[in-house]
């Protein structure tokens, strides 16, 4: 079946920082989505991607739907402290189903 | 933004009972929705597709007779733990999407149901 490989599997960086975290597919998908969440919840939409190519931004987070529609990336700005949690890519291929990468948790330091 | 209600957000039961999680799309109508199941520190694996007013689908190694998933509404959609055992004990995530069948249409979740079996 289809798999997403997401990296880096944790960061640890210091509060200020810019934040970049990738998934790669060997499949094509139709839609790359990137989700956050925190410890207890359930993800929460952050960027929704549907073109290839496309380059969209949602305050200081920035996601690209690669040309090969096999990768995407997810860039953080100038991270703060409200920034700490487990992201996730998300791909939908000709189903409706959506495949999750394996996350990344993000620790910032003060 | 479109809202997913999820209920119960923690339940501790004894093993050998039944448990029931509740599913609801507060501010629209949702034909398909699906359930998830997510161990610490692990993503989120599909564990069936809940298709309103039909069987749900279920992926590849998860119990139906188990798992029991009713979508009697366009808003609601529940998920029945029969018979747990401490093995069953996870967080379970809820997800709908907007529309009536469209592909294009991005994905809510619910705030999830951590089950611990004693």
């Known amino acids: 079946g289809q798999q997403l490989n997401q990296s880096p599997q944790s960061m640890f960086i210091q509060e200020g920082e810019d934040v970049s975290m990738n998934c790669t597919s060997s499949s094509i998908f139709n839609t790359w989505l990137w989700y956050k969440q925190d410890p207890g919840e359930g993800p929460v939409l952050l960027i929704a991607?549907?073109?290839?190519?496309e380059l969209t931004s949602n305050g200081r987070l920035t996601a690209q739907f690669g040309i090969t529609r096999k990768d995407s990336f997810l860039n953080i700005s100038a991270s703060i402290p409200s920034d700490v949690g487990i992201y996730f890519c998300a791909g939908q291929g000709g189903a409706q189903k959506l495949v999750f990468g394996q996350g990344t948790r993000l620790t910032i330091n003060p | 933004g479109a809202v997913v209600s999820q209920h119960p957000s923690r339940v501790i039961c004894k093993s050998g009972t039944s448990v029931k999680i509740e599913c609801r799309s507060l501010d629209f109508q949702a034909t398909t929705m699906f359930w998830y199941r997510q161990f610490p520190k692990q993503s989120l694996m599909l564990m069936a597709t809940?298709?309103?007013?039909?069987?749900?689908?279920?992926e590849q190694g998860v119990e139906k007779d188990k798992f029991l998933i009713n979508h009697a509404s366009l808003t609601l959609s529940t998920l029945t733990v029969t018979s747990a055992h401490p093995e069953d004990s996870s967080f379970y995530i809820c997800?709908?999407?907007?529309?009536?069948?469209?592909?294009?249409?991005?994905?809510?979740f619910g705030s999830g149901t951590q089950l611990s079996v004693l």
């Open positions: 997800s709908a999407r907007p529309g009536l069948g469209g592909t294009n249409e991005k994905l809510f």
């Open positions: 991607l549907y073109k290839a190519g």
């Open positions: 809940s298709n309103e007013g039909s069987k749900a689908t279920y």
